[in-house]
């Protein structure tokens, strides 16, 4: 059990850190903002501001918890002697944010012993952030939220997003294809913390994602969790890269199953 003090502590931590990294990234979006870098490939791109989003969230948690470990996406990482690690996406939907599109959001984490015990996303175009600690719920705007209650699968909007890599997209599209048909609609706003956290508001009744990274899922998941969800990757494993899923219980499982027999497990 992790004790209040500390879960308070790293709540404060977490949410003043996203709010400074939120007004950075808002207020100080050069207008030729451009690529810095790419990653996976060419359209998995880093900005200039994703950068300096990273050097701020770290060098305040230094500033605030210099024992701890740190996970970002940027490159940021440290071991830590306390046994808390700080996962971090400085922004979390970089294209979106490239492109002038209101979807992305800051997404920190903070883990005790391997273990979510915070989880903090901020999206500052909305005007929301949202938060969770380990057993004490989840909040948007500083109000209590509940996912939805499941519904019947055919009236289910479910949420999702794509990888990178020409191979995986082909795969994701063919799951995509499959999944259509058997649900009310599906979404891709292009923010995996986002969407968790639109799970947990109710927003999306269900979301899925194949290639995920621990500081794209960190966060929300707990989020989604707190409101209520539940979360894993294929039946019986946990969430993980191979597979994200999202969504109240009646929905989650067979949304899982129906995944895990498309192959959306893999490329």
């Given amino acids: 059990m992790t004790d209040r003090p500390l879960k308070d502590e790293l709540l404060a931590v977490a949410l003043e850190a996203a709010r400074r990294a939120g007004e950075l990234l808002r207020d100080g979006r050069p207008?030729?903002?451009?690529?810095?870098?790419?990653?996976?490939?060419?359209?998995?791109?880093?900005?200039?501001?994703?950068?300096?989003?990273?050097?701020?969230?770290?060098?305040?948690?230094?500033?605030?918890?210099?024992?701890?470990?740190?996970?970002g996406e940027e490159g940021a990482s440290t071991a830590g002697s306390s046994g808390v690690r700080w996962v971090i996406d400085p922004i979390d939907g970089t294209v979106n944010y490239l492109y002038g599109l209101p979807s992305w959001s800051v997404s920190i984490a903070a883990e005790l012993h391997g273990?979510?015990?915070?989880?903090?996303?901020?999206?500052?175009?909305?005007?929301?952030?949202?938060?969770?600690?380990?057993?004490?719920?989840?909040?948007?705007?500083?109000?209590?939220?509940?996912?939805?209650?499941?519904?019947?699968f055919d009236q289910a909007l479910i949420g999702t997003g794509f990888g990178y890599l020409t191979e995986r997209r082909a795969a994701q599209a063919e799951v995509v294809r499959a999944l259509l048909p058997r649900v009310r609609d599906i979404r891709r706003a292009g923010s995996a913390a986002i969407d968790l956290c639109d799970v947990a508001c109710g927003r999306l009744d269900g979301y899925y994602e194949r290639g995920l990274n621990p500081w794209d899922f960190a966060a929300g998941a707990l989020i989604a969790r707190e409101a209520g969800a539940r979360t894993g990757g294929r039946p019986g494993d946990p969430l993980s890269g191979e597979l994200a899923v999202a969504a109240p219980p009646g929905l989650f499982e067979p949304l899982q199953e129906l995944l895990d027999n498309l192959g959306a497990w893999h490329d």
């Fill in 31 to 71: 207008a030729d903002l451009g690529v810095a870098a790419t990653k996976t490939s060419s359209i998995d791109v880093v900005t200039e501001m994703d950068i300096a989003a990273e050097k701020l969230i770290t060098d305040f948690l230094a500033e605030e918890r210099p024992d701890d470990g740190l996970l």
């Fill in 115 to 152: 273990e979510a015990v915070v989880g903090v996303v901020a999206a500052p175009m909305r005007g929301e952030t949202y938060h969770a600690v380990l057993d004490e719920g989840a909040y948007a705007a500083g109000e209590r939220v509940r996912c939805r209650p499941a519904p019947a």
